[in-house]
């Protein structure tokens, strides 16, 4: 009798007890696509749709055993990484993904709340920078995000431009710079790759409150469509049709008083069953 498995996702983020960001974002796109979502939480915000009231932390030892939990279980076929919110915890996550090369990583360097609350400390940053950034196939970072780590404003498609870039010096392999936060009808990301050329991808913008955890569910979805088979470059590309779609399929939905989440579920598919080698 054959063997099956399922391609298995590993999210390593944070928690949202309103259920449209973080760990509960990523565990419902991974099950969305298809996938089996493994998680290691990293923090617990105390949030909801306003926006985050707290955070406490998840003592390092106790990620590091996640971590080792998972790996020595069910090693996932791809990694997503979100919020990661001191340098120790950085350099436990970047231990484990070292121990495990050949796997890929797609990392939404969540340093921004949609509510434009800062989440980590400059320190942190440097040490994602440090320690991460070369580990990773794939950054996402939002335009408030890019100004972090570029250090410039980022308000405009050709600042886009300029931050991708200077982001793409600091040691990544490739740079999704999503442009959800421009002031046009057609918002445009921005896919750096690593032999230096530039794919713009344009999307309509929907008139919604619905967008929190969009990033999240991105970075789930990318890596959900790797753990498929998919190229980086095309799980970047339907990546991003997905969360389009997500977002189109709940933009008059009501859940909480702020902002409120994507609609994961608007085409679920079954469980992908593959044959074991």
Excluded: W
């Amino acid at each position: 009798m054959k063997k099956m498995t399922y391609p298995s996702v590993l999210s390593i983020a944070g928690f949202d007890g309103s259920g449209g960001a973080g760990i509960q974002a990523d565990l419902k796109t991974i099950s969305a696509l298809g996938c089996y979502a493994t998680t290691v939480l990293t923090a617990l915000p105390v949030q909801n749709t306003t926006g985050v009231k707290s955070i406490f932390s998840i003592p390092v030892t106790v990620v590091e055993e996640q971590l080792k939990s998972i790996f020595d279980d069910i090693l996932p076929s791809a990694i997503k990484i979100g919020m990661v919110h001191t340098p120790q915890l950085v350099e436990t996550i970047a231990k484990s993904l070292t121990e495990n090369p050949k796997i890929p990583v797609v990392f939404d360097p969540v340093m921004v709340a949609t509510s434009g609350h800062k989440l980590i400390e400059d320190p942190t940053i440097k040490s994602i920078v440090t320690h991460l950034f070369p580990l990773a196939s794939v950054i996402t970072p939002n335009m408030d995000e890019a100004s972090l780590l570029a250090n410039m404003e980022v308000k405009s498609l050709e600042d886009m431009h300029t931050a991708g870039r200077k982001i793409m010096q600091l040691g990544c392999k490739s740079v999704l710079l999503k442009g959800g936060h421009l002031q046009t009808d057609i918002l445009t990301s921005l896919y750096f790759k690593e032999d230096g050329s530039v794919i713009e991808y344009e999307y309509k913008r929907y008139e919604t409150n619905n967008m929190h955890g969009s990033g999240c569910t991105l970075s789930s979805a990318i890596s959900s469509y790797i753990a498929q088979g998919e190229s980086l470059e095309n799980a970047v590309k339907i990546g991003q049709d997905y969360v389009h779609q997500a977002i189109f399929h709940a933009k008059d939905v009501v859940i909480g008083k702020g902002n409120g989440p994507l609609n994961h579920f608007f085409n679920p598919q079954k469980l992908i069953k593959y044959e074991m080698e």
